[in-house]
C-alpha cells in the first residue's frame, strides 16, 4: 500500500510553536507541584545517602565488635597470668625444682603465645618515656641514670588488644637526679 501526499500534514509539522501568554506561563498549582517535587526529590537523595552511611557504619561496627569481641575473656586471664609469673619466680628461688621450673616455663610460653595468636601484645616500659595512654604511674623516684619522665622499673605488665588498651602498665616513673645531694 502506497502513502498517499498529504499537504495538510506537512502543514501540520511546519507550523510555529504556540506563542500563546497562557501556554508558557506556569500556573501557581504547577510551580507548587515543581517545588515539591524538589523538596520530595531532594528528601529522597538525603535519604538514600543516610541510608548508605548507616550501611557502611553498621558493616565498620560489626567489624569491630568481631575483632574485639574477645577483649573481656583476654583481660580475664590476665591476673592469672601474673600470678604464674609469681610462682615461676618463686620457684627459681627453690633449690631442686629445676625440672619442674622447666616444664611451667613451658606452659607459660604455650600461654604467651596464645594470647599473642590473639592479637594480645605486652606493653614495652623498660626505659621508655612515660606514656598516659599506655602506662600508670604508681610512683616517683629520683634516679641520676634513668632521665627525667622515664621508667625507672615496671610494677605490673600492661597489655594491648591489637590498637586498644586491655590494662595499662603500672611503672615507676623517674624524677631525674635528686636535687638534695
Do not use: W
Not at 628461688?93 to 629445676?98: D, F, M, Y
Not at 588498651?165 to 615507676?172: N, P
Amino acid at each position: 500500500m502506497k502513502k498517499k501526499h498529504d499537504p495538510a500534514h506537512k502543514a501540520e509539522e511546519k507550523l510555529p510553536p504556540e506563542t500563546d501568554a497562557a501556554a508558557t506561563t506556569e500556573s501557581p498549582v504547577t510551580n507548587d507541584i515543581t517545588a515539591d517535587l524538589e523538596k520530595f526529590r531532594d528528601l529522597a537523595m538525603r535519604t538514600a545517602a543516610d541510608f548508605d552511611n548507616f550501611r557502611k557504619r553498621a558493616a565498620r561496627e560489626k567489624e569491630e565488635a568481631v575483632r574485639y569481641a574477645n577483649s573481656t575473656l583476654l583481660e580475664s586471664f590476665l591476673p592469672i597470668l601474673d600470678n604464674y609469673d609469681l610462682g615461676i619466680e618463686s620457684a627459681r628461688s627453690t633449690p631442686g625444682a629445676e625440672s619442674i621450673l622447666e616444664g611451667m616455663s613451658m606452659v607459660g610460653r604455650q600461654f604467651r603465645d596464645f594470647l599473642t595468636s590473639a592479637g594480645v601484645e605486652e606493653i614495652v616500659t623498660d626505659g621508655a618515656v612515660f606514656d598516659p595512654n599506655f602506662m600508670e604511674a604508681v610512683g616517683h623516684e629520683p634516679d641520676p641514670k634513668v632521665p627525667e619522665d622515664h621508667v625507672i622499673r615496671q610494677t605490673r605488665r600492661g597489655y594491648k588488644l591489637r590498637d586498644r588498651l586491655l590494662r595499662a602498665a603500672s611503672v615507676i616513673v623517674s624524677k631525674g637526679p635528686d636535687k638534695a645531694s
